[in-house]
């Protein structure tokens, strides 16, 4: 599975973004899906994740009530909806692609078998 995210970009503090993330392959619809982020000097750490039936998503306790992750499994694509932005939302955002039950949706790095490139975002203050 080749996964590629875009959709980032240079906003100010309290502005939306919508990254979109393409997976290569038709069985996209049997994969958990996840965002995570990583900013300059720290590790990566999870922001979202979905499961693969979308019965399924959990969200960081810093992102909850600001971000959204959905899925388009006819177009191949998961999304992540990023409103009210803040400066410390500001790193590089993976999108990252793991197999499992229909209500899998892993939270840790080192659940998920395919990853993304990255797509930068930078909340100015």
């Known amino acids: 599975v080749q996964l590629q995210a875009s959709g980032g970009g240079l906003v100010q503090a309290g502005a939306s973004l919508r990254l979109s993330c393409a997976a290569s392959r038709r069985t996209f619809s049997s994969y958990a899906m996840g965002w995570f982020r990583q900013a300059s000097g720290k590790e990566r750490e999870f922001v979202a994740a979905i499961s693969w039936s979308d019965s399924s998503t959990y969200y960081a306790d810093s992102v909850k009530g600001r971000f959204t992750i959905s899925r388009d499994n006819a177009k191949n694509t998961v999304y992540l909806q990023m409103n009210r932005l803040k400066p410390e939302d500001t790193a590089v955002y993976y999108c990252?692609?793991?197999?499992?039950?229909?209500?899998?949706?892993?939270?840790?790095?080192?659940?998920?078998?395919?990853w993304g490139q990255g797509t930068l975002v930078t909340v100015s203050s």
């Open positions: 990252a692609a793991a197999q499992g039950g229909r209500h899998y949706a892993p939270i840790g790095v080192n659940e998920y078998d395919y």
